[in-house]
């Protein structure tokens, strides 16, 4: 038999529900740390750590949701005080941890910049025309991804190539070309990649990333701090029907 009546057994099946709601939004949230993550992974080399420890982040909070829902779900059915109390104090903590992770995202992608300017200085050193490497690689991918060349423009590689040959990958090789084919950094070579430097287009990128990372963390926490209010009711509403004393 139930103990809750009127609203707080209204409040108990919206806790309920809400409960199933936070079990998505748990496996958003791996969703979205994982996908995240992925996506720098393809950039390692060009990151810093810390773009890489709040996707990890995400996905641990996402299953540790999980995990909890069970004491949010049982506890609401069976009016179970120590499960709804214990589920509200994880979930505080969850929701603590959320907003710190959202607010991490949104620094990040203000640093953004500044760190990946210092990844790819230090990186650009590495580059060799004559033996193939991750960083070679990565360098040649990102010209070509976003149609670029050099940190800020193509002046960056006289300093690493001592002179006026660039990477074929920042310019666009010619449809039929047969033979050999090379890049100049020349004003008069309409093949160049049109977009500058990379560092604008690729932190961007990163940026809009860590920006995805910063919004789930917010609105969910958001969304749970209401779960924490439910739950807290609910747990008085028990302890006030069964007589229990001590906290709440």
């Not at 070679?136 to 006289?158: E, V």
Request: proline share 2%; glycine share 10%.
């Amino acid at each position: 038999m139930s103990l809750l009546t009127g609203s707080a057994n209204a409040v108990k099946y919206t806790l309920f529900g809400f409960n199933l709601i936070f079990l998505i939004t748990g496996i958003i949230l791996i969703a979205v740390g994982a996908g995240v993550g992925a996506v720098y992974t393809g950039y390692e080399i060009f990151l810093a750590s810390k773009f890489f420890s709040i996707p990890t982040f995400l996905i641990v909070i996402g299953a540790f949701i999980i995990v909890i829902t069970f004491f949010g779900c049982w506890g609401a059915l069976k009016e179970n005080y120590c499960l709804i109390l214990s589920f509200s104090v994880m979930l505080f903590i969850i929701f603590i941890l959320e907003l710190a992770a959202g607010i991490s995202g949104y620094v990040l992608r203000s640093d953004a910049v500044s760190l990946i300017r210092t990844s790819l200085d230090e990186s650009m050193s590495s580059y060799k025309n004559t033996t193939q490497n991750p960083t070679t690689a990565l360098w040649d991918d990102m010209q070509r991804d976003f149609n670029c060349c050099g940190i800020d423009n193509s002046t960056d590689w006289q300093k690493v190539l001592n002179n006026t040959e660039l990477p074929l990958s920042c310019c666009k090789i010619p449809v039929g070309a047969i033979g050999t084919f090379s890049c100049m950094n020349d004003i008069n070579n309409v093949y160049l990649n049109e977009n500058g430097g990379c560092l604008s287009g690729f932190a961007d990128y990163i940026s809009a990333h860590a920006v995805s990372l910063g919004a789930a963390g917010v609105v969910i926490a958001v969304l749970q701090f209401f779960g924490v209010i439910f739950a807290c009711y609910i747990a008085r509403e028990i302890k006030i029907r069964n007589g229990i004393s001590g906290f709440m």
